[in-house]
């Protein structure tokens, strides 16, 4: 039996997942769990992860969660090139460095501007920038400026000469505000450069139809709206659940 | 190699990932040499530090020239170059995902949340002479006893350790963010029986090295006591 994937794409973990697997033409089964639906709480995909996040993938009978371990053990099982997961132990680690640092040094960052000025403004009723949403761009910029310095550095990519799961990790983050409308790369000519690099050695096609559902987010906002309104109230309370 | 330097480890024992890593180079005998920086006195912010490590964070090791910093990436560096016994990071493909499982999931879950207590609890009200924020404080509980009831119905469930039948890197890292709160006297896992249970086991086959590796936080667990 192929491998089952389970994720959506407008999820940044669950697009680096979905490129490595297409990129390396390894077989699997998409089950499309579409978030704005809700339907990681089904009965059926708890089973599968009690987390009720995405991506999850089952091979076999051995279930796996968490993008950064998911993208190793394919990388491993299916004997990929050698440059996605360096065999080499310091080019190896240097990998790794970066998939742990961005945790909490890029992601929340990149998902926090993504919020604020992608989604809040829509849920909420209220256009216009959001509470927050200057100081989440200001703490986004530090961030992308901490990836610059310490990781990317003058190199084509993060490990070296090669494109690796580092930049994969982080090109589909720093895709995530352009949902929002705003691009953190913008202003960098090294940083654009990267992502255009990124961009090919992934493959035009293949990124641009991963990256399509959030480049739309507006677009399936509206669409729900009109077709399930319930849908947005439900949104609504888990979003503004946190409080003030 | 004569000219091989000793492994060089810039650590505070304030910081839960800097204990992970020395709780590991202890229970596992890798030669190393100790390099303390005081982030009360602001010692990461030293130019000398900075050059080691621009993000002015620790843990950061330096082996024979090498620089690493990000606890995890360290540990599993330590674990594949060095001779350690298998179960800290298991070479069976399925072993180690669920090791690397855990390992991701805890940066922005265990860690996030455990440290933000501490951070209410001790850090702040030290650093701006200002008491506690009660509300801030008791939403920072309710998250972390989330993420508790997490970590034991998806990773502890029903075995002796986080990730399977014996203990690994993801359990070293667990319980030294777990061990933070205690600098506030505040034991986050006494109604827990089965993260209790796995404390202990954990702390027995760690043996002396914890103890030592946590001094710091009982001072400060003394400290808050008075």
């Known amino acids: 039996m192929a491998l089952q994937y389970y994720g959506d794409l407008n999820s940044q973990p669950c697009r680096s997942v979905y490129i490595f697997l297409k990129k390396n033409n390894i077989p699997f089964e998409f089950k499309e769990v579409r978030l704005f639906m809700g339907e990681q709480y089904s009965e059926q995909f708890?089973?599968?992860?009690?987390?009720?996040?995405?991506?999850?993938?089952?091979?076999?009978?051995?279930?796996l969660s968490e993008s950064v371990s998911i993208l190793k053990y394919l990388a491993g099982k299916y004997q990929t090139p050698d440059h996605w997961y360096p065999g080499d132990l310091q080019r190896r680690a240097r990998?790794?460095?970066?998939?742990?640092?961005?945790?909490?040094?890029?992601?929340?960052?990149?998902?926090?501007?993504?919020?604020?000025?992608?989604m809040?403004?829509?849920?909420?009723?209220?256009?216009?920038?959001?509470?927050?949403?200057?100081?989440?761009?200001?703490?986004?910029?530090q961030s992308v400026e901490k990836f610059h310095q310490k990781f990317l550095q003058d190199k084509p990519y993060v490990a070296?000469?090669?494109?690796?799961?580092?930049?994969?990790?982080?090109?589909?983050?720093?895709?995530?505000?352009l949902g929002g409308g705003h691009d953190p790369l913008d202003g960098s000519a090294p940083l654009t450069a990267w992502r255009e690099r990124v961009k090919k050695a992934i493959g035009r096609e293949l990124f641009d139809e991963v990256h399509g559902p959030v480049l739309n987010t507006q677009q399936s906002l509206e669409s729900i709206s009109q077709k399930q309104p319930e849908l947005l109230d439900a949104m609504k309370k888990m979003l503004f659940k946190g409080g003030k | 190699m004569a000219s091989r330097l000793p492994l060089r480890v810039y650590y505070d024992l304030l910081s839960q990932p800097c204990r992970a890593v020395l709780i590991f180079l202890k229970c596992t005998g890798i030669p190393h040499v100790e390099k303390p920086v005081a982030l009360r006195k602001g010692e990461q912010t030293s130019a000398e530090f900075t050059k080691l490590n621009p993000m002015q964070k620790v843990p950061v090791i330096v082996d024979n020239g090498f620089v690493l910093t990000e606890s995890v990436a360290i540990l599993k560096y330590l674990a594949t170059k060095y001779d350690v016994p298998q179960f800290w990071y298991p070479a069976d493909l399925h072993k180690r995902a669920k090791v690397d499982e855990y390992m991701a999931w805890q940066h922005a879950n265990v860690?996030?949340?455990?440290?933000?207590?501490?951070?209410?609890?001790?850090?702040?009200?030290?650093?701006?002479?200002?008491?506690?924020?009660?509300?801030?404080?008791?939403?920072?509980?309710?998250e972390l006893s989330i993420?508790?009831?997490?970590?034991?119905?998806?990773?502890l469930?029903?075995?002796?350790?986080?990730?399977?039948?014996e203990i690994t890197l993801g359990d070293i890292l667990a319980i030294c963010e777990l061990m933070q709160p205690l600098g506030a006297n505040r034991d986050i896992l006494k109604d827990r029986p089965k993260l209790v249970a796995w404390k202990d086991r954990v702390k027995t086959f760690v043996g002396k090295p914890f103890d030592e590796v946590h001094s710091f936080v009982f001072n400060l667990r003394d400290k808050a006591k008075l």
């Open chain 1, 160 to 177: 070296g000469a090669d494109i690796s799961l580092a930049d994969l990790v982080a090109i589909v983050e720093l895709m995530q505000p």
């Open chain 2, 111 to 142: 860690r996030f949340h455990a440290a933000k207590v501490f951070i209410l609890e001790v850090l702040m009200p030290h650093m701006s002479g200002q008491p506690v924020n009660k509300d801030k404080l008791d939403k920072a509980l309710a």
């Open chain 1, 120 to 141: 809040v403004p829509f849920i909420s009723g209220s256009p216009g920038p959001s509470a927050g949403a200057m100081e989440a761009v200001e703490e986004l910029t």
């Open chain 2, 147 to 155: 993420t508790l009831d997490k970590l034991e119905c998806m990773y």
């Open chain 1, 95 to 118: 990998v790794n460095e970066y998939l742990d640092w961005q945790h909490s040094g890029l992601r929340p960052q990149a998902s926090r501007v993504f919020l604020l000025k992608g």
């Open chain 2, 157 to 165: 469930k029903n075995q002796p350790f986080l990730c399977g039948e």
């Open chain 1, 46 to 63: 708890q089973k599968l992860n009690p987390l009720r996040k995405v991506p999850v993938i089952k091979d076999g009978d051995f279930v």
